[in-house]
């Protein structure tokens, strides 16, 4: 039996228990009735998970502090969802114990895990019982022994208890004859720290057959709305108290000058205005949690009778455009520049979608590799999938509008392939460093432009460059879609409206984080 692990240790079991974790994130999934059945509980978790690991990856992980930091700042700035979110801050009550210390020993690992229960609970507003938070705090309470296999062991046992006593707790739980999401994941974690202490090999991946969330009709559940905000000086209770009136599962938490959030709300535009007064949001996302119910009950056949023959899925960054999407009949896979899906991804939308043949439009040529390859696996496993290969979002946009499931591929691509050619998409966003690129002298954190992906402006204002750019590509054009970026204000975006009388300008929130502006001219 293991006395203590070093650093290194502590680091690779981590990495280990994200591996285990991995395996049942489906079955995760399958669980997630609670705070709202939208079936992500599992993927939420996995991806804060695999933001701690990328830290620990960059760290030196011969030291303790340096295992710790990776551990809290990365799952903070990589929590998702809910679940993630807490998911973080159990994470960061357990760095803070391993703080000091040369070795986790039994001893230490008990006054970790419930440190790590602890936070849990301080991040959150109003703590429910019979989730994650209920089955972290009994592991911490029952974890008994001095070896790390014993302690990890009885933390585990307790864990395990605590979670089938979860539908006693919440109702929504024993209506739909599941226990908590959340609280499965925390005992999968568990069990993968103790698989690396007893050398235990990954298991096989569980058959799901049933989803719970195909036990509740249809109704609205709102906007699960997520930010992440650097360069506040003003306390996390402060922005807590502004964000609260706008909903419930209320999260704000803050380390190393940055501050992430967590909230389900019916006004996410109204939500991301009011924390972008208290410093630079520099990553949102918006997710409609009633969407996310419909499409898991249109993948059961829940929702009609007769399914039309062409499907559509898209790859948007921003909840705007992902909303626009949406409204126009796409099933949305988050990704775009800098932030590019997974083939895994874009397989896991291409099949949850019930239509036999389906589109698939990657909105930017960093994606097309992987669109490829998540096509190839469709069409193996029965499916058809063209891939239309727009380029940018706006290209995107325009042959969406074209699409109608009722139609056949055949019928549906030559349409969508000529509204893409008569748009074009401009960007406004800020340069990452000084450059000089086909002759335009750029200067770092100065407003540039593109003009469908090609750098064209640089200015002295965002408003200054999305301006330059209408009056390049105005010409033949129509209308004019602007997508604002999370820290720009409306009034500035109807300044720049104002100047082009000629054209039928729509103005919309939620465009891609990092840009100013994200403009389609039609």
């Not at 998970?49 to 992980?61: F, G, I, N, P």
């Not at 973080?88 to 009550?93: F, K």
């Not at 298991?203 to 906007?223: M, N, S």
């Not at 984080?513 to 039609?522: I, K, N, R, T």
């Amino acid at each position: 039996m293991a006395k203590a692990w070093g650093p290194e240790a502590v680091a690779e079991a981590f990495r280990y228990a994200t591996r285990w974790f991995q395996v049942y994130v489906e079955e995760l999934n399958a669980l997630n009735v609670y705070p709202v059945p939208d079936g992500d509980t599992g993927t939420n978790m996995l991806h804060t998970l695999e933001a701690a690991r990328r830290e620990l990856d960059l760290a030196d992980t011969s030291r303790m502090d340096q295992v710790a930091r990776a551990l809290a700042y990365g799952s903070l700035l990589g929590a998702r969802g809910n679940s993630g979110v807490i998911l973080s801050q159990i994470l960061r009550g357990f760095a803070e114990a391993l703080k000091g210390k040369r070795a986790l020993d039994g001893s230490l690992l008990r006054r970790a895990l419930r440190m790590g229960a602890e936070s849990g609970y301080k991040a959150v507003m109003r703590p429910v019982e019979g989730t994650i938070l209920t089955v972290a705090r009994a592991a911490g309470e029952g974890a008994r022994g001095e070896a790390l296999e014993e302690v990890l062991e009885t933390a585990l046992e307790a864990a395990r208890e605590a979670l089938e006593r979860t539908p006693e707790l919440l109702p929504v739980l024993r209506q739909a004859g599941v226990v908590d999401a959340g609280g499965a994941g925390y005992v999968r974690l568990l069990e993968g720290m103790r698989g690396y202490a007893l050398g235990l090999p990954l298991p096989e991946r569980p058959k799901v057959e049933r989803y719970a969330q195909t036990a509740f009709a249809t109704e609205e559940f709102g906007y699960c709305t997520e930010f992440l905000m650097e360069g506040v000086e003003v306390p996390v209770e402060r922005i807590r108290e502004a964000v609260a009136p706008f909903g419930d599962s209320l999260l704000v938490v803050g380390a190393e000058g940055y501050v992430k959030g967590h909230i389900h709300t019916d006004d996410p535009d109204g939500l991301l205005a009011t924390v972008a007064r208290f410093g630079r949001v520099v990553r949102t996302k918006v997710e409609d949690m009633t969407q996310q119910h419909t499409e898991i009950l249109s993948t059961f056949g829940l929702l009609a009778e007769e399914v039309p023959p062409t499907g559509l899925v898209a790859v948007a960054l921003g909840h705007g455009l992902a909303r626009a999407f949406r409204s126009l009949g796409a099933r949305v896979v988050a990704g775009g520049q800098t932030q590019n899906p997974s083939v895994e991804d874009l397989l896991a939308a291409i099949r949850s979608v019930p239509n036999p043949k389906v589109i698939l439009l990657p909105n930017n040529p960093n994606v097309f590799l992987a669109a490829t390859e998540a096509a190839k696996l469709a069409r193996e496993a029965g499916k058809e999938v063209h891939v239309l290969k727009t380029r940018t979002l706006g290209q995107g946009l325009a042959a969406a509008v074209r699409y109608t499931p009722e139609a056949l591929p055949e019928e549906l691509l030559p349409e969508m392939e000529e509204a893409m050619a008569g748009a074009v998409t401009l960007e406004v966003t800020w340069a990452s460093r000084d450059a000089e690129v086909e002759g335009l002298k750029v200067l770092k954190d100065r407003p540039i432009g593109l003009l469908d992906r090609r750098l064209v402006l640089v200015g002295e204002t965002p408003e200054e460059v999305v301006e330059g750019l209408v009056r390049m590509a105005r010409e033949g054009k129509e209308v004019l879609t602007l997508f604002l970026g999370p820290n720009t204000p409306q009034e500035k975006a109807q300044g720049v409206a104002q100047k082009f009388p000629e054209l039928a300008v729509e103005i919309l929130p939620g465009g891609p984080d990092l840009y100013a502006y994200l403009g389609v001219l039609e």
